[in-house]
């Protein structure tokens, strides 16, 4: 009775303990975020849906926040707050049109491969 009783709080404490990062995880923001370009630019803003991107890791887009379980902003102090220049890794437009993978643009050109529908011109992302 004992040995049983011992055996089904250990397996509650295991479920709760593996339980629990997921509640700690980050919420991601509703669908629709309009991601406004910086003032004077040409394009119109984009609207992003985080639930189209369920596959991506938080991490992989956005820089975690030093000792928070928080992701950065991309027009966060000290991330990517040049709005005026078109290149450098500190460049507002680099976050989002760079070739590497972090980069929205980026991804989407790496992942045309696999799924010919992901929008890779300017105007399927900025719409008005």
């Given at each position: 009775?004992?040995r049983?009783?011992f055996?089904t709080?250990?397996?509650a404490a295991?479920a709760?303990a593996l339980?629990?990062?997921?509640?700690a995880?980050?919420k991601?923001?509703?669908?629709?975020?309009?991601?406004?370009?910086?003032?004077?630019?040409?394009?119109?803003?984009v609207k992003?849906?985080?639930?189209?991107?369920?596959?991506a890791?938080?991490?992989?887009?956005?820089h975690?926040?030093a000792?928070?379980?928080?992701?950065?902003?991309?027009d966060?102090?000290g991330c990517?707050g040049?709005?005026?220049?078109?290149?450098g890794?500190?460049?507002?437009?680099?976050?989002?049109?760079g070739?590497?993978?972090?980069?929205c643009?980026?991804?989407?050109?790496?992942?045309?491969?696999?799924s010919?529908?992901?929008?890779?011109?300017?105007?399927k992302?900025?719409?008005?």
């Open positions: 009775m004992k049983s009783l055996m709080l250990m397996v295991l709760v339980a629990l990062p997921l509640y995880a980050p991601a923001p509703a669908d629709g975020l309009a991601m406004k370009p910086p003032a004077g630019a040409k394009q119109a803003a992003f849906n985080h639930g189209t991107h369920k596959s890791k938080c991490a992989d887009c956005h975690k926040k000792g928070a379980n928080e992701f950065a902003k991309c966060s102090k990517h040049d709005y005026a220049a078109k290149t890794k500190e460049s507002y437009y680099a976050a989002f049109h070739n590497n993978a972090k980069s643009l980026g991804c989407h050109k790496a992942a045309k491969d696999k010919p529908n992901i929008p890779t011109a300017c105007p992302c900025h719409v008005k």
